[in-house]
Nanobody, 126 residues
Framework: QVQLVESGGGLVQPGGSLRLSCAAS????????MGWFRQAPGKEREFVAG????????DYLDSVKGRFTISRDNAKNTVYLQMNSLKPEDTAVYYC???????????????????WGQGTQVTVSS
């Protein structure tokens, strides 16, 4: 069993930055592929970024490439999402997910993720 807790969301002006964190319980964090997804009101859950359990591969939604960076610190059982140059269309609830030994080719598939956090709200507005 893995418990995930997201933090770092908030209100930011367009062009601003936020860093989301997702802290995981347990001693097997290094075996979990981690992903960030988001869901805006009235829209489906959308893949944002993912990083494999080994840390060797990452993937990003096209619209966030060059602006967002996913990283992980296995010593702290934490995955991060650094978000720069934020836009109003980035407004959503952001969720992290964990998929044990998840494969590179399945990073974008939310059904592959076994565990989810409760989400953190990100609002980009002037």
């Amino acid at each position: 069993q893995v418990q995930l807790v997201e933090s770092g969301g908030g209100l930011v002006q367009p062009g601003g930055s936020l860093r989301l964190s997702c802290a995981a319980s347990g001693r097997t964090f290094s075996t979990y592929t981690m992903g960030w997804f988001r869901q805006a009101p009235g829209k489906e859950r959308e893949f944002v970024a993912g990083i494999t359990w080994s840390g060797s591969s990452t993937d990003y939604l096209d619209s966030v490439k060059g602006r967002f960076t996913i990283s992980r610190d296995n010593a702290k059982n934490t995955v991060y999402l650094q978000m720069n140059s934020l836009k109003p269309e980035d407004t959503a609830v952001y969720y992290c997910g964990a998929d044990q030994f998840g494969r590179t080719g399945r990073l974008r598939v939310w059904r592959e993720y076994e565990y989810w956090g409760q989400g953190t709200q990100v609002t980009v507005s002037s």
